[in-house]
Each structure stands twice: as C-alpha cells, then as structure tokens.
C-alpha cells in the first residue's frame, strides 16, 4: 500500500509520501511516490496511489511531455490545465489497459495527488481520481490523502486549518505519517518531503527522510511519550457518579441500556431484562458500583 | 458503518459500540450492535458489523436458543464453544441467504466480537469472520476491532496492554471512539459501553452513552486539547540543521532525493536533476534556508 498526503495552505504547499509498495507480503518492494516537475515559471508535485504498473505509465507519459490537445505540463496555462493534463494521461493508460486488467480480474486503480504553483496564479492543489477527473482543495478542506488514510486523519482534522504556518503543518504530516507507520506495515519508511513555500517556484524544503533523521526519529519517540501523557491527564471514568465531571453511568437520553438475554426457561421463548431509558442513574449506579457509594457516604 | 471494538485484559473485558446504521447517505438508521446473553454460570457479549440483515438473523438464532450438535449459548461447556456456536449460526444464514445475496450483487459480509465468561474458565475475547471461523486474542495482542477500525486504531496501539486497568482502558476505548466519530460520519452516537469484571459473571458496568453524559463530553473536548497540547509542545523542524535535536535537513542512507525534473530542451528527452544521497546535508540546508543560518551567526 501506500500513504501519502498533501496540504495546500495559506503560505505554501507541504507533500510528504512513504516509499513501500506490496503485492502480497512476500512481494515488498521500495518505489517512489513523489515526482517534482520545475521550470521558470512553474513548480508541480505528483503523489501517486493504487496499481505502480499504472502509476508508473501515467508519470513516464507526463516526463516524456507529451501532448493532450496541445498541452503538457510544460506548456499548460495554469494548474488547472496541468490537471488535466495528469488527467488525461490517466485515461490514455486507462485505454491501452482496462481491458486486459479486467480479464485479470484487477482494477484499474489509480489515486494521485498533483499540486504546485504557476507564476501569476497561487499555489494549488488537486486530487485526481482513477477516471481522470479530480477535485481541488479549498481553504475549508485543505489537505488531500491517497492510500491508507484512516490511521492519519484524526490528527490532521485536530490540529490542521488553511492558516497553519507551513513549519507546524510539517510536523503535523509528519505525526499523521507516524501514525499510519504504527498501524500499517504496508507503508513504510523512507519518505519523501516537500515542502513548498508560495511563488518560489522551486523546491525549497526538500528531503528524502529514514530512521535516522534526527527530527522524524525525534517525533517518532516523542510523539508516543506526548500521545500517553495527554491520555494518562485526562480523568479515569467514575461509574458511582461521585465525581460529576467524569460521571459516565448517566443514561442516554433517548435510548434506554442494552437488554440482557436470559436463557428460556422450560423451552418457551427467551427472557429479556429490559432496562428502559427511564431507570434512573442513581439506581444503576447504586447496582453497579455499590461499594464506591459506601465510600461515599462517610 | 459501524465501529466496535472488545478488549480482553488481565482484569476482564471492555465493549464498547456505536449503534448507526446505513445503506447510502440517505438511509441513516440507529440499530444497537451490542447483544448480551447472561445466566448463573455464564455471561456473554456479541458486538456485530456488517450487513444488518446477516447480523440480525444471526442474533436471533442465538436468541431462539437454537441447536448446533447438542448446543447454544446456555449449554456451550465453555467460551470455546459458545463462539462455535456462534459460527455455526453465521454459517446458518449463509447457507440461507448467499445464493440470493450473490444474484443481487451484495457481498456476504459479517464480521462479530464475541467475548465473556464461562464459570471455571478465565475471560476470552473472539473475533468471528464471515465464515464463522474464528480467532481469539492473546495476551500479546489483547483487542479486536471491526467495521471502521483504523481511525481509532493508533491511540489503542500506543496505549494498550493486557496489564492494563478497566477504568483506563475504558477510557481508551472512548478515545479510540471520539477519534473516529470525529473522522468518519458513518460512525454515530449513542453507545453501548460495557465493562465486564472478571469472575463477576455479570453485566457490571453498563451504559449507554449520548453526547449529554458528563464523561464522553469531557473526553470529546479534552482530548482535541490535549491532543493539540501535545502537538504544539513538540518541536518544529530544523531545515537549517541550527538545532540538532530537531534536524530535518539530513538526507536519508540509502535513497537519494527526488530527483527533479525539468523540461525536454529542443524536443530532446526530458532533463533530470537527480539530487545523489552524497549531496551533504549542509550544502542543501544553506541553500534551502539560507537567513535562518544568517540569523544564526549574528
């Protein structure tokens, strides 16, 4: 699998990707994720997820520079265009192989996130699909994930807005990547960094990072030491409701407890103890924790 | 979809479920997924995912009482054999519905946590496939999740051993939760908490919980801020390498930088500038941040 996300922000654009792909875990492989595409008046990235036989066509026909209706990279009028370009160079694969991938029993899988910047527009960035088509990022939805983005999300929709300063959002991909590291042994290291920083036009900040980067192997530590402290500050749950602010055993409000089957007895039908939503939580919480309401007591 | 997950620990077992449903984004429903099953020697939770049409007949099989060679849940001699009830319940309606399942197109998809307590036997823990197979946790890997697993996934990995306490790893399970409400939409509330203590045999701590109980609110806003807390007391990246600690600038062993590539000169093959692993660190920092060193040497 892959893991590979891509911020557009207020002062610029931050792409970061691991570098494992598998088919099946005996075929471990270590291919790049990220392509950079630089002249004068123009800076690209493309992330690519999904089949590498794909996502290797779709960058070859984009380094050969050819053209669609006249256009490449190289000669687009803004990114939009360039996106389509990323775009069409997906359905040209798409034509030469969806037919014979579909008598393999295989889909034509193909994620891509492409960003960058043309001169005289502002960085932008796209996530574009395995039909050719694609969305842009917008300063409400800022960030695009491709591959296994589940176990990085949360904290990017924690910590991450459009008007992060591109130092904190680094470090904030570089959490969302530890993460999915963590939990998923089909991504791993090394990853590839950029970080771009509006109108340069070039690739400013950019790094190639394994475990022996004293900043990732630092956020790799600490970030676990941070993640178990913020939980062991936060209160352990009171089940007698002596402590208000932790208080779990108040009932819901609209949905009485779960009912416990009891076996039939003399083969008739099962006996349910329905606890209803109106058992008040007091009275549950006498039943359940009697001892910690004694403590109370005295 | 549905997020549940089943801790198995040195103390006893822990449940907790959401309860919404769907079947398209305008099809949303609240149907609970915890079921349990108590009686003077036993006590038993099923926690289900997946289609609802599969998970409710197979709760209703076991409901019934009915026979698999001899047995149900009230005469399974132990934990053991209540899951292969289980699993022959799932395999009932398969054998049921499958045909007609796979006319329409719908995969048969049914994933349960079953979990509890036969008198004389230590608690145990199953997770049961859609075949009815089934394998248990073990000290070294002490939970299961179905259904929408891995937003919540990484806070259990960092915090999670067989060693540790009911009242903490309920609070784990509630922030796994929050993290994945907070992520994907298909995940609702209430929930249904359960803390089963060991050799009680009983339904101990029981709950449902809304987004009024005291404690989940209190997770739900502590945790973004201690979360955010722990992110911002982390440093942010050295691109200068002024800060040793928290340099980000070292290039990785084994892998070069992405190379960059440039535009086909003369309708030549494309120009690429790879950046080789020997580039030293140094020289691409200065060149990257160049006032930050200025800075540094005032």
């Known amino acids: 699998m892959t893991y590979c996300v891509g911020l557009c922000l207020k002062d610029g654009l931050v792409f970061l990707s ?11 492989g270590t291919f790049r994720k990220m392509s ?6 123009r800076f690209f990235t493309l992330l690519s997820a999904g089949n590498l036989a794909i996502t290797q066509s779709v960058k070859e026909i984009l380094l050969q520079g050819q053209l669609f209706k006249g ?40 994620n891509m996130i492409f ?21 842009e990022a917008t300063p409400e939805t800022c960030y695009f994930q491709i591959g296994e983005s589940k176990y990085g999300k949360p904290i990017l929709d924690r910590v991450l807005n ?30 590839d960094m950029l970080v771009y920083e509006k109108n340069s036009l070039k690739a400013t900040k950019l ?29 352990e749950p009171s089940w007698s409701g002596a402590h208000k602010s932790s208080d779990i055993s108040t009932p819901a409000k609209k949905m009485g407890m779960v009912p416990i089957i009891h076996p039939p007895s003399k083969a008739k039908s ?25 403590v109370k007591k005295k």
């Open 71 to 110: 256009k490449n990279l190289w000669t687009a009028k803004n990114s939009y265009e360039a996106a389509v370009v990323v775009g069409d160079a997906i359905k040209q694969v798409y034509a030469q192989d969806h037919l014979a991938l579909e008598k393999a029993g295989i889909d034509f899988n193909c």
């Open 162 to 191: 459009f008007n992060t300063p591109l130092n904190l959002a680094t470090k904030c991909a570089l959490i969302s990547m530890d993460s999915t590291l963590k939990s998923n042994i089909s991504v791993g290291l090394p990853l």
């Open 36 to 41: 950079l595409f630089q002249n004068k008046d």
């Open 18 to 28: 691991d570098t494992r792909t598998n088919a099946g875990v005996d075929q471990i």
């Open 115 to 135: 960003g960058g910047q043309v001169k005289g527009e502002k960085p932008r960035l796209f996530n574009i699909y395995s039909a050719g088509n694609f969305i």
């Open 207 to 235: 790094v190639t990072l394994d475990d022996a980067n004293p900043y990732f192997a630092m956020i790799h530590q600490a970030w676990g030491e941070k993640l178990r402290e913020a939980f062991n500050s936060i209160a």
């Open 270 to 294: 099962p006996r349910v103890t329905p606890i209803t939503k109106t058992t008040p939580a007091k009275k549950i919480a006498k039943k359940v924790a009697p001892k910690k309401v004694t």
